[in-house]
């Protein structure tokens, strides 16, 4: 949630990832890198850091000094189990073997999709997310696409007519608005619209017991979907606008844009088929590395607009002290921090063929 | 690269406008106890009060005064900003340049690690340890500037691999300057405005995750934060306090966040020549258009 990233300034994408990646992509080009040429090659990060939350989630609980299954489990859970309950899970947790073991039958358990028990919910951790996910996925997909999209036009519109009052106005508008913090502008929202003028729901998903079907079922959803959702896109809007305005500045000032108007293109031709498609370059390798701030940034939404999420999932296992669910949530959302990411190196490569012949 | 970069934000009036708004802040949080009559940890007796000359900001749920609380939050906020601010950059300058200037097989691995943290949701490692480690003010400073790193080791490397190439380096070495020499007369007061705009970014990256894990529940119980106290005041949006409570918190939090951004983005535009000719540009632009 740096500044930078909400600027699209200094440490903007395209200035970090070229002079990141140009001098690191040649120790790089060896033969092993031929081996992975259907892959990124940033697929070794994301297994580095799948590694980190593997072995955080593993040592951590067991640094804790005292009684490991309690600090795996927490001090409350203990009170309700059985002795019965507390030496199966030794045994399935292979707490009184070695080090190795343990680590053997927590990887064990983890490829059959067991992420542990959720003593407050009474339910498989993987089982109670999986029931809020859907709809943290529902909310920051449709956040992403669309604040996107509307960053990327008025980015290029403000950028094209640079000094306007409209660039001054939107520059200005949405540099004052990436100060606030994220769960403020979702407050704010919920103040006004929800609690003052009471035009849409204040919390939830989908109004409780309305037995909705089909179309009313949808509209219900998007009505609960609305504030969260403009939430999230004022909060994502500044920093791709900026990105893809000061591209579009630069590159307007480049020689095929001059091409284009010698030929005789019109000006939204222009705008859009030569400058606009240069400038989805920078953005999506922005976008790429603003998905953990996203995804961090849905988990506060959900809480201020109580909506079913993983965030309010969250919120409730650190006031329980569920242990095995907070530890659920970060494998899980790392997992698609570390999935969308591959899919938004795939989209790179096949938005720039640059990339794609560098193989 | 030796530009006056603080000569140069004075007279620029975003930098200013953040500067007057950190300089209220701090010293509202500094002078604490003449700004109020209680202190913040008092229980007044009326709770849910509504503004008025005893109460600036009312009182919540516990009966607590709200500007009392308001005022020492910041204290919170401006420390945690301080200490990570510190901690965080001294990290990325060692890390970045260090892995700059000894290159091969460490430059490599640093590279990677940052790669690898910069590519996690890091306030949920952060809510998982300090939940582990129960959460108090010097645990959070720390867990919050160990993420913050990275981010800027990458810049401060990428400013150190060109530094080294420049022509006055080169002359330098080539008059029989040794690696201290180079380091500490050269490549460190070059860098010095780009570590400054990087305490800046810390600091504000500081005080948003701090407020953020106060707000999800992460903090020291003993201390008043205002991500706490929005957090308590977001369950009673049913009555009217969420005007005098939930709002000036938001807002002041705002405020300091808002502030450093300007602070921040003055100063990033006076250190980079890119961004200066830009604006340059756009300055003789308005002329020619006016004339």
């Known amino acids: 949630m740096n500044i930078s990233n909400k600027f699209g300034l200094r440490d903007s994408p395209p200035v970090r990832a070229s002079d990141g990646m140009a001098s690191e992509a040649h120790p790089e080009m060896g033969v092993a890198s031929k081996l992975l040429c259907f892959f990124p090659s940033s697929l070794v990060n994301y297994l580095i850091a799948l590694a980190a939350i593997f072995s955080i989630n593993f040592i951590l609980p067991r640094l804790m000094p005292g009684d490991p299954l309690q600090a795996i489990y927490g001090q409350e859970a203990l009170v309700v189990m059985s002795d019965e309950m507390e030496a199966q899970l030794v045994r399935q947790l292979s707490l009184d073997k070695s080090w190795w073991d343990q680590m053997l039958a927590y990887i064990l358990s983890l490829m059959q999709g067991d992420l542990g028990f959720s003593y407050y919910y009474r339910e498989q951790v993987s089982q109670v997310i999986l029931g809020a996910l859907p709809w943290t996925l529902l909310l920051t997909g449709l956040a992403l696409v669309l604040a996107t999209a509307i960053g990327l036009i008025l980015g290029i519109e403000s950028g094209y007519a640079r000094g306007s009052s409209l660039d001054r106005g939107l520059v200005a508008g949405l540099m004052f608005l990436g100060g606030f913090p994220d769960f403020f502008i979702g407050i704010l929202l919920l103040l006004v619209f929800a609690v003052s003028l009471q035009v849409l729901p204040i919390s939830g998903a989908t109004s409780p017991y309305a037995g909705h079907e089909g179309l009313a079922h949808i509209l219900d959803v998007l009505k609960h979907l609305a504030l969260p959702l403009a939430s999230m896109i004022l909060v994502q809007l500044g920093g791709i606008f900026l990105l893809a305005r000061n591209t579009i500045v630069t590159l307007l000032a480049e020689s095929f844009i001059l091409t284009a108007r010698a030929k005789g293109c019109s000006e939204r031709l222009i705008k859009y088929a030569h400058a606009g498609r240069n400038c989805l370059l920078p953005v999506t390798t922005a976008t790429g590395l603003r998905i953990p701030q996203l995804l961090t940034g849905a988990l506060f939404i959900e809480i201020v607009f109580s909506y079913p999420g993983v965030g309010s999932l969250l919120n409730t296992a650190i006031d329980a002290r569920d242990y095995p669910l907070i530890q659920g949530i970060l494998l899980i959302v790392t997992l698609t921090v570390l999935t969308a990411n591959f899919l938004v190196d795939l989209l790179y490569s096949r938005l720039d063929p640059r990339v794609r012949y560098a193989r | ?291």
């Not at chain 2, 802040?25 to 009559?37: G, Q, V």
């Not at chain 2, 369950?235 to 005098?244: E, G, N, S």
Request: glycine letters at 8%; proline letters at 5%.
């Open chain 2, 1 to 291: 690269m030796h530009v006056d970069a603080l000569g140069e934000i004075s007279h620029d009036p975003l930098a200013k406008a953040g500067a007057i708004m950190l300089v209220v802040i701090t010293s509202l949080a500094l002078f604490a106890p003449l700004f109020s009559n209680y202190s913040p940890h008092d229980y007044t007796g009326n709770i849910f009060s509504p503004p008025d000359r005893d109460h600036l900001l009312g009182t919540d749920s516990m009966g607590q005064d709200i500007w009392t609380r308001l005022l020492y939050g910041a204290r919170t906020s401006l420390l945690v900003a301080g200490a990570v601010a510190l901690i965080s950059s001294s990290l990325s300058l060692l890390i970045g340049a260090s892995a700059a200037l000894v290159g091969g097989l460490y430059e490599r691995l640093c590279m990677r690690i940052i790669d690898a943290l910069i590519s996690l949701p890091t306030i949920i490692v952060m809510i998982l340890v300090a939940a582990y480690l129960r959460p108090s003010l010097p645990l959070l400073i720390l867990l919050i500037s160990l993420f913050s790193w990275p981010g800027g080791a990458r810049i401060i490397r990428s400013q150190v691999l060109s530094l080294k190439q420049r022509m006055h380096i080169n002359a330098s070495r080539t008059f029989g300057a040794g690696k201290g020499h180079i380091i500490s007369k050269h490549i460190i007061p070059d860098l010095s405005p780009i570590i400054c705009a990087l305490m800046m970014q810390d600091a504000r990256k500081a005080v948003f995750m701090e407020a953020g894990l106060a707000f999800l529940g992460v903090s020291d119980p003993t201390v008043i934060s205002w991500g706490k106290m929005m957090n308590q005041a977001l369950a009673f949006t049913y009555l009217d306090v969420w005007q005098w409570w939930l709002v000036p918190i938001g807002l002041a939090l705002s405020a300091t966040l808002i502030g450093i951004s300007f602070l921040s983005f003055s100063l990033e535009t006076a250190i980079d020549p890119r961004l200066r000719r830009d604006e340059s540009i756009e300055g003789s632009m308005s002329v020619a258009r006016r004339a």
